[in-house]
């Protein structure tokens, strides 16, 4: 059975940084397409940044140049990197893997005050 876990949210002022960690348990990490979605109260489920295999990255165009997603295979781990934070980043981030079906992890809360 596969688990997706996230881990590294929290309440950070506008300009601030965080890292959010999601750990793969139970499967071949190596395999999976991962990345990070958010949701904001009153907005839609957005895509944030996903990671292939390869390390193809692709980012939405609101985080572009402020967040890096990346990924440690030897520890089955995928870092979002978050930078110049701003209230908009406010949101609810959920890792995902995917590989055929999409396995997502609980969510962990993000907050950017002003």
């Known amino acids: 059975q596969v688990q997706v876990v996230e881990s590294g949210g929290g309440l950070v002022q506008a300009g601030g940084s965080l890292r959010l960690s999601c750990a793969v348990h139970?499967?071949?990490?190596?395999?999976?397409?991962m990345g990070w979605n958010r949701q904001a109260p009153g907005k839609q489920n957005e895509l944030v940044a996903s990671?292939?295999?390869?390390?193809?990255?692709n980012y939405a165009d609101s985080v572009k140049g402020r967040f890096t997603i990346y990924r440690d295979n030897a520890k089955n781990t995928v870092y979002l990197q978050m930078n110049s934070l701003k209230p908009e980043d406010t949101a609810v981030y959920y890792c995902?893997?995917?590989?055929?079906?999409?396995?997502w992890g609980q969510g962990t809360q993000v907050t950017v005050s002003s």
């Open positions: 139970g499967s071949i990490f190596s395999i999976y397409v």
């Open positions: 995902y893997a995917r590989q055929g079906g999409t396995h």
């Open positions: 990671i292939t295999s390869g390390g193809s990255t």
